[in-house]
């Protein structure tokens, strides 16, 4: 764990204060970075199904009881949330329990956002509500002590990245107890699109989250952080992690 800050100390303020608007944020990030044409690297996940208007399906008996069936109560602080489990099916994977560091109940959660759902998804925003009490629901139950987030960023255009504003909005939603213990948020495979997202609201982010916060360039360098037996790695990460490992190893041309 050499390298890792943990830190005892943590206050609501620390992250986040009011932001200027996301929508400008993102867009002068994108203004810098130019569009990004990198390939998806997993399949595309089905759309759940949106019934048009003035059309009602009639439930048979086994299809009434599948429909009850679909839907999950997470309690997110005080309050219980229902979750259409079927809707988000195909993204459950974008959080995971990854074991534990150290001595006690440490918990390792991994974040892979090469789960998320397209922007381009007809029902995005529905989509996006779900999964976002999805993950504050389940990081409530993964978490007992202290934890870290292992984010898994590389193999995902922009088009999966999730805005800030819902980023912002899941650390707003988290627990006391959560924000307190949040011990590291380590970034595997950082893109240049979200170091300048991190550099340019830096402003904004007290110097305590900040130091929270860790690159790592390969998942070689993340073993040495963290214990790798229960951490779910997804292919596709492993792929570009070997793409970009080989780049790195290639022998320069003698001239």
């Given at each position: 764990m050499e390298g890792v800050e943990l830190k005892?100390?943590?206050?609501?303020?620390?992250f986040p204060i009011p932001l200027p608007e996301d929508d400008s944020i993102e867009a002068d990030i994108l203004a810098i970075t130019g569009p990004e044409d990198q390939p998806d690297d997993l399949p595309?996940?089905?759309?759940?199904?949106?019934?048009?208007?003035?059309?009602?399906?009639e439930y048979t008996a086994a299809e009434e009881k599948?429909?009850?069936r679909r839907w999950r109560m997470f309690r997110i602080g005080e309050q219980d949330h229902r979750v259409d489990m079927k809707a988000i099916e195909p993204y459950k994977k974008v959080i995971s329990h990854g074991g534990y560091y150290g001595d006690g109940l440490n918990a390792i959660v991994v974040f892979a956002v090469c789960f998320m759902p397209e922007s381009s998804q007809p029902n995005y925003r529905?989509?996006?509500?779900?999964?976002f009490k999805y993950v504050i629901g389940t990081l409530e139950l993964l978490v007992a002590e202290n934890y870290m987030i292992v984010y898994l960023n590389g193999a995902t255009t922009r088009r999966k990245m999730p805005s800030l504003g819902w980023l912002r909005k899941c650390y707003q939603q988290i627990d006391r107890r959560l924000r307190k213990n949040l011990k590291s948020l380590i970034i595997v495979?950082?893109?240049w699109f979200i170091r300048t997202l991190?550099?340019?609201?830096?402003?904004?982010?007290?110097?305590?989250?900040?130091?929270?916060?860790?690159?790592v360039f390969n998942l070689a360098e993340l073993a040495e952080l963290v214990p790798m037996e229960y951490v779910?790695?997804?292919e596709c990460i492993k792929q570009v992690d070997?793409?970009?490992?080989g780049k790195q190893d290639e022998p320069k041309n003698e001239q």
């Open positions: 005892e100390e943590w206050q609501d303020e620390d595309k996940p089905k759309t759940t199904e949106v019934i048009r208007k003035g059309s009602i399906t599948e429909d009850g529905y989509l996006m509500d779900n999964l495979h950082p893109s991190l550099a340019v609201t830096r402003p904004f982010i007290s110097s305590k989250f900040s130091q929270k916060i860790r690159y779910g790695i997804p070997q793409e970009l490992n």
